[in-house]
């Protein structure tokens, strides 16, 4: 299940850290981190799963509701134009906490 079907007040600490409160089983509140830079990469311009340390490269990077954006630069120097991830594809609530899925 999407994480922010369970979340309230999301948003992006320093660039790659994804913050927000979360419900637990039992219905308790919880603030969870997750560090983006542990899953997500930069291939070439294009953010990618499975990668790491994408806020390394990028430029300008936002969170438009669970939409990660940002310019990454591609191998040969230039950038691509705008890219975006859906964090809701791989970020999970588990019970309170933030987890990579």
């Known amino acids: 299940?999407?994480?922010?079907?369970s979340a309230n007040n999301i948003?992006?600490?320093d660039g790659h850290i994804l913050v927000?409160?979360?419900?637990?089983e039992e219905?308790?509140?919880?603030q969870s981190r997750?560090?983006?830079n542990n899953f997500i990469g930069n291939e070439d311009g294009w953010f990618m799963w499975d990668g790491?340390?994408?806020a390394e490269s990028a430029n300008n990077i936002r969170?438009?509701?669970t939409l990660l954006t940002a310019e990454l630069p591609m191998r040969d120097g230039g950038y691509r134009e705008r890219q975006g991830i859906e964090l809701n594809?791989?970020?999970?609530?588990?019970?309170?906490?933030l987890e990579f899925n």
């Open 11 to 13: 948003w992006l600490e």
């Open 63 to 65: 969170l438009e509701g």
């Open 52 to 54: 790491v340390n994408f």
């Open 34 to 36: 997750i560090d983006l």
């Open 27 to 30: 219905g308790n509140w919880n």
């Open 20 to 24: 927000a409160d979360v419900a637990d």
């Open 1 to 5: 299940m999407s994480f922010s079907a």
């Open 89 to 97: 594809d791989r970020i999970a609530n588990i019970n309170g906490r």
